[in-house]
C-alpha cells in the first residue's frame, strides 16, 4: 500500500464499484425524463453560481464536475481533481460546496418525482399493483382465500405506529425544505399538465426564482437545535401531510377490509396512529426535563385540537343545506338546540356546528387558556360545556353523519365530515402519544436514593438482583410514598421525579394515549424493569386497585434490548419479569399486551452488520416463543434508524423479513431523521410511505412469508454460525485491534459532527472515546461521511468465506436461503445498497488523515481486504455481479448522480487537513459542516 504524499499514484481497489452496477439501455431509456429533469434543475442552478458567484466559481464548477466523471471512467487519477482544491481560497470553496450541495438537493426531488411517474404510468397501463402498495397487499390476502375469522383473529386490534424520534440528523433547515417542497409542486405541475409556451415559460421562470431562493438561503444553522426547535419541526409534518394522508388511510383500510370480509368483526378504532419521542426521550439528552415534557404534550395537543375547530370551520361552510329543500333526524335538531318548527332551524347542520365547534373552544380555552385559543368566530354559544374526552366529540359529529345520511347525502358525508371524525377517532386531544424513555443505570442511581432518603436501604446498589427484585415488589405493592414535596433530594432525582409528574399530568389533561410507553433503555434484567416503575408510582401513573389490590396503570412498561447479549437474554428477561404476580397483573390490566422495543443501532456497533441482524431475528423467535409460553400478546417496536447500519432498508422488505408470530397485527418502528423529511414532507411521499408500513404488517400477520418450510431449524442453525463468525471478525477490527479508535477518530470527521448543528442530543452518552459509549449516530455518520460505510457490511464477507470454504453444498445452501427466505434476501440486499454507495478510493483519501502510517496502512487494509471478500461473496451467493440489481431507483441514484459526491469528499478532506493543521477559522468550520450537509443530503441518510 502507498503511502500518503501527493502526487503518488492514486490509490484504486481491486474491485471497482462501478464495474458492480450494471445499466442497460432499457434502464436509460427509462430514465430519460429523470435526466430532463435534472438538466433542467442543474441547467438553472448553474445558471445562479454564474450570475450570483462569478465566473470563476462556476468555471471551478464545473471542471469539478467534468473532472468526477472522467473519474468514474478511469479516465484520469483522483489526484487531478483532488489538485483543484489545494489551497483553495475558502471564501472559493464556500460557493463551490454550496453548488454540489443544492444540486444534490434538487437530485432528490427529481428523483422522487421520477418515481411518481413511474408508478403513474404503471397505474394507466392497467398494471397490476405494485409490491407494497394495499391493493397489492388486497389481491394477495383474496388469493389465499382467508376467511372472515382469520382475518379478524389477526386483526381485532391492528396498531400502526411510526414514532418520530428526537434523533434529529436532519441536517436541512426548514426553510431549506420549504423551498424545496414549491420546487417540487413547480416540477409536479410542468410534468402533469399540458402547457402552452407561455405557460411553460411561467413555470420554469417559477422554478428558476425558488433555486435563486435555495441558492440565497442558508443550508446549515449558525447554532445548535434546540430540544424546544426539534419539539415544533416534529409537529410540522402534520400541517405538511399526516392530517391530511393519515385518517384518509385508516377510512380506506378499514373500507377494503370490511368489504372483502364483512364478518370479521373490525373495530372502527384507527389502524394507524402516531406516535413521538420528542420532548419525552431522555438518555443521554440533559436537556429533557418536566418544563419540556409538559411543553411537548401541550403543543401537540394544541395542534390537534387546532385542526379539528379549522375543520369544523370549513365544514359549517360547507354544510349549508336548508330545511325548505331537505329533512333530516331529530337528533340533529335536539345537537343544534332548537325545535324542528323554529323559523331559525332552518339551516339545522350550521347551527348544530356551531353548538360542536362552541364546546371544543370551551375545551381549549379551559386547556390552554383564552389567549392561546382565541377565536374572532362572532357565533360561537356562551357558556358551553367544554368535551372531557375526543370521544364526545366524536359522538357529536356521528350525530351529523347519520343526519346526512338520513337525508341521503351520503356523498357529502363521505367528505370532509368523514375525514374529520377519523382524524378525531386518530389523533383525539393529544394528537401523538410521547413516549418517555431514559436508561437503566440513571434509572438505578434514583431509585437508590429514594430508597435510602425513605430509609428502605441505604445502599441498593450493593444488593443482588434477587434482593433488588424483592425489594421493588414489596414496594410497589404498598400505596405509601417513598417522597413528600419537601424532601431534600439531589438534581438528578428531583429531575427525574418531575418529568414523570408532568407525564402524570398530561394523562390527566389529555387523556391515557399522549403518554402511552415507558422505554427503559440498556435494559438486563427485572430489576431493570421494575426501577421505572416505582417513578411511575410516585408520579401517580402507576396505582393499587382497591378492590382487587392489583397495580393498575395506563401506561405500559417496554423493556428495550439493545447489545447482542442482551437481545439474546431479552425472552428469560421478560419470562422472568411475568412470574412476578405483581408484574404480571399489571400486563393483563393491559389488554394481556407486553410491548419489547428491539435496538438495531447499538447490536450492529457491538457486533457488526451480520451478528446483529440476526441477533434480532433470533431474538424475536424466542420472544415469541415466551409469549406463548405465558399466554400474553407481544407487540415489538422496532428502533430502526436511517441508515442500514442502524436498521434502515425499505420499510416494506424489512417487515416482511420479520420471524414467524413477530408481526400480529401491531407493529411501532422509529423514523429518524432525515428519512422523516424524506418520507413525509409532503402529502404524495407520507401517503406512499406509510402504506406500505400498513401492507407490509397486514401481510407478515396474514400470510406465510419466512418461506422456509420444515427447512427452518436447519437454516436457524447456519445463520447462527455465520452470525458467530461474523461477529468475529468485526470484533478483531473494532474492538481488538490496537489503535482502532485513533484510526476512527482521525480518519473520519467524528470530532467535527459535534459541531454541526443538528441537534440537542450530545454525540456521546457519556464523556469517554469508548465505541461503546458513543452514539450510533455519530458512529454511523462518520463512516457513512467517509464513505467506508463499514456498519452496513464489515465482517460478513469473512463469515460467509470461512462458513463456505471449498464446500459448493454449503454455498448452494445460502444461494437457496438468498432465493426463498426474505430475511437473508433482505439482509443482503441492504448490504449490497451500502457497499454501492462505498468508494475505497475515498475512504483511502481520509485514510491520509490518520498520522500514524503504521496504524493506517494496518486498518485500511483490513478494511480493503474485507471489502473485496464481501463484494466477491455476495456475488458468489447471489449469482450477479450487479450490486443493484434488485433496486433500480438506487441503481439510478448511485450512477448517474454519484460523481457529483467527489467534489464534497476530496473539499472535505482538505478542509479537515487545514483544521486539524491549526487554521480553525470560522469559515473553514463551516466549509466543514457544509460538506457534512451535502454528503449526507446526497446519500439520502447522515447516520
Known amino acids: 500500500m502507498t503511502s500518503p504524499s501527493r502526487g503518488a499514484p492514486d490509490w484504486r481497489p481491486s474491485i471497482s464499484i462501478v464495474d458492480h452496477i450494471v445499466v442497460d439501455d432499457e434502464g436509460r431509456t427509462l430514465t430519460e425524463p429523470l435526466r430532463e429533469d435534472i438538466r433542467l434543475l442543474g441547467g438553472i442552478l ?41 489551497d483553495l481560497d475558502i471564501s472559493v470553496a464556500m460557493p463551490i460546496i454550496r453548488a454540489f450541495s443544492n444540486f444534490a438537493l434538487l437530485a432528490n426531488l427529481a428523483e422522487d418525482i421520477h418515481r411518481e411517474r413511474r408508478r403513474m404510468i404503471h397505474v394507466r397501463a ?38 418520530i424520534t428526537a434523533h434529529p440528523t436532519e ?54 437545535l434546540t430540544i424546544q426547535d426539534e419539539i415544533r419541526s416534529g409537529l410540522r409534518y402534520y400541517d405538511a401531510s399526516f392530517f391530511e394522508v393519515v385518517p384518509k388511510i385508516n377510512t380506506s383500510v378499514r373500507a377494503a377490509l370490511r368489504s372483502a370480509y364483512p364478518n370479521a368483526g373490525l373495530a372502527d378504532e384507527p389502524m394507524l396512529r402516531m406516535g413521538s419521542w420528542i420532548g419525552g426521550d431522555r438518555d443521554g439528552n440533559p436537556f429533557v426535563t418536566g418544563e419540556i415534557v409538559e411543553m411537548a404534550t401541550t403543543l401537540a395537543a394544541r395542534t390537534a385540537i387546532g385542526n379539528h375547530l379549522s375543520e369544523l370551520e370549513a365544514l359549517a361552510q360547507e354544510l349549508s ?58 357565533f360561537l354559544l356562551d357558556g358551553a360545556d367544554a368535551y372531557s374526552t375526543a370521544d364526545e366529540l366524536l359522538a357529536d359529529l356521528d350525530v351529523i353523519d347519520a343526519g346526512l345520511r338520513a337525508a341521503n347525502d351520503d356523498i357529502i358525508a363521505d367528505d370532509r365530515l368523514l375525514r374529520l371524525r377519523e382524524s378525531v377517532r386518530t389523533f383525539g386531544f393529544h394528537l401523538s402519544g410521547l413516549d418517555m424513555r431514559q436508561n437503566s443505570d440513571m434509572h438505578e442511581d434514583v431509585i437508590a436514593e429514594l430508597l435510602a432518603w425513605a430509609g428502605v436501604h441505604p445502599d441498593y ?49 389529555f387523556g391515557p394515549q399522549s403518554v402511552p410507553n415507558y422505554i427503559i433503555s440498556m435494559c438486563t434484567s427485572v430489576s431493570d424493569m421494575l426501577e421505572p416503575m416505582i417513578l411511575l408510582k410516585e408520579a401517580g401513573l402507576i396505582d393499587i386497585d382497591g378492590d382487587t389490590g392489583k397495580l393498575i396503570s395506563t401506561v405500559r412498561i417496554v423493556p428495550l434490548f439493545e447489545t447482542i447479549e442482551d437481545l439474546q437474554q431479552g425472552a428469560e428477561t421478560l419470562l422472568a419479569a411475568l412470574d412476578i404476580p405483581l408484574y404480571r397483573d399489571l400486563v393483563d390490566g393491559q389488554s394481556g399486551m407486553q410491548e419489547v422495543m428491539l435496538g438495531y443501532s447499538d447490536s450492529n456497533k457491538d457486533g457488526g452488520y451480520m451478528a446483529a441482524n440476526w441477533a434480532l431475528y433470533r431474538g424475536e423467535l424466542d420472544l415469541v416463543e415466551a409469549a406463548a409460553k405465558a399466554g400474553i400478546r407481544l407487540r415489538l417496536f422496532h428502533g430502526r434508524g436511517g441508515t442500514v447500519g442502524r436498521g434502515g432498508g425499505p420499510s416494506y422488505d424489512a417487515i416482511l423479513a420479520q420471524p414467524p408470530g413477530a408481526v400480529q397485527g401491531s407493529l411501532r418502528i422509529t423514523e429518524q431523521g432525515e428519512i422523516i423529511a424524506a418520507k413525509y414532507a409532503e402529502p404524495v411521499s407520507a401517503e406512499r410511505n406509510l402504506e406500505t408500513l400498513l401492507a407490509a404488517t397486514i401481510e407478515s400477520s396474514l400470510l406465510d412469508v419466512e418461506g422456509l418450510g420444515d427447512e427452518s431449524e436447519d437454516a436457524y442453525t447456519t445463520l447462527d454460525e455465520i452470525a458467530a463468525l461474523a461477529r468475529s471478525a468485526y470484533s478483531a477490527l473494532v474492538h481488538e485491534t490496537p489503535g482502532f479508535v485513533e484510526y476512527f477518530t482521525t480518519s473520519t470527521p467524528l470530532s467535527e459532527i459535534g459541531a454541526l448543528n443538528i441537534g440537542s442530543r450530545p454525540a456521546s452518552r457519556k464523556q469517554t472515546e469508548k465505541i461503546s459509549d458513543l452514539r450510533a449516530i455519530p458512529w454511523v455518520l462518520s463512516w457513512t461521511q467517509s464513505r467506508v460505510m463499514l456498519p452496513g457490511w464489515y465482517g460478513t464477507g469473512a463469515a460467509f468465506e470461512q462458513w463456505v470454504g471449498d464446500d459448493a453444498d454449503r454455498l448452494a445452501t445460502l444461494q437457496r436461503y438468498y432465493e426463498k427466505w426474505p430475511f437473508f434476501r433482505t439482509v443482503m440486499s441492504n448490504m449490497a445498497q ?17 498520522p500514524d502510517e503504521q496504524l493506517r496502512d494496518t486498518v485500511f487494509g483490513m478494511i480493503v481486504d474485507e471489502h473485496e471478500r464481501t463484494i466477491a461473496m455476495y456475488s458468489k ?10 433496486n433500480a431507483a438506487l441503481k439510478r ?51
Do not use: C
Not at 423551498?179 to 409542486?185: D, G, L, M, V
Not at 405493592?477 to 399530568?505: C, F, G, H, Q, Y
Open 893 to 943: 441514484s448511485v450512477y448517474n448522480r454519484f460523481p457529483y459526491l467527489e467534489p464534497l469528499n476530496l473539499l472535505q478532506v482538505e478542509l479537515l487537513r487545514r483544521f486539524r493543521a491549526g487554521d480553525d477559522s470560522p469559515r473553514i468550520r463551516r466549509g466543514i459542516q457544509l460538506t457534512m450537509n451535502g454528503l449526507a443530503t446526497a446519500l439520502r441518510n447522515s447516520g
Open 461 to 509: 446498589r450493593s444488593l443482588d438482583e434477587a434482593e433488588r427484585v424483592e425489594i421493588l415488589t414489596n414496594e410497589l405493592a404498598a400505596r405509601r410514598p417513598l417522597t413528600r414535596p419537601d424532601a431534600e433530594l439531589s438534581e438528578l432525582a428531583t429531575k427525574e421525579l418531575n418529568i414523570v409528574r408532568a407525564a402524570a399530568t398530561a394523562v390527566a389533561r
Open 834 to 850: 451500502v457497499l454501492a454507495k462505498s468508494d475505497m478510493g475515498l475512504a483511502h483519501r481520509y485514510a491520509q488523515l490518520v
Open 171 to 224: 441536517t436541512r433547515r426548514r426553510s431549506v425544505f420549504e423551498a424545496q417542497n414549491r420546487i417540487t409542486e413547480l416540477m409536479r405541475y410542468r410534468s402533469r399538465t399540458e402547457l402552452t409556451p407561455a405557460e411553460e415559460a411561467a413555470v420554469t421562470e417559477g422554478i428558476r426564482r425558488q433555486i435563486l431562493t435555495l441558492w440565497q438561503t442558508a443550508l446549515i444553522r449558525l447554532e445548535r
Open 877 to 886: 451467493i447471489t449469482g450477479t455481479n450487479d450490486l443493484l440489481a434488485d
Open 321 to 378: 343545506m336548508s330545511t325548505r329543500l331537505m329533512t333530516t333526524s331529530d337528533a340533529v335538531y335536539e345537537l343544534a338546540g332548537v325545535p324542528r318548527e323554529d323559523a331559525a332551524a332552518d339551516e339545522p347542520f350550521r347551527l348544530a356546528l356551531r353548538h360542536i365547534r362552541s364546546r371544543l373552544v370551551a375545551t381549549a380555552t379551559g386547556l390552554f387558556g383564552e389567549e392561546v385559543m382565541k377565536t374572532s368566530d362572532l
Open 46 to 86: 448553474g445558471d445562479m453560481v454564474r450570475e450570483h458567484s462569478g465566473a470563476e466559481v462556476f468555471d471551478l464548477v464545473e471542471s469539478a464536475r467534468v473532472a468526477a466523471f472522467k473519474i468514474r471512467r478511469a479516465e484520469i487519477d483522483r489526484d487531478e481533481l483532488a489538485d483543484l482544491f489545494v
Open 126 to 163: 392497467g398494471d397490476p399493483p405494485q409490491d407494497s402498495s394495499l391493493d397489492a397487499t388486497y389481491a394477495k390476502l383474496a388469493e389465499a382465500g382467508l376467511g372472515d375469522d382469520e382475518v379478524g383473529d389477526a386483526l381485532a386490534d391492528a396498531t400502526v405506529v411510526p414514532v
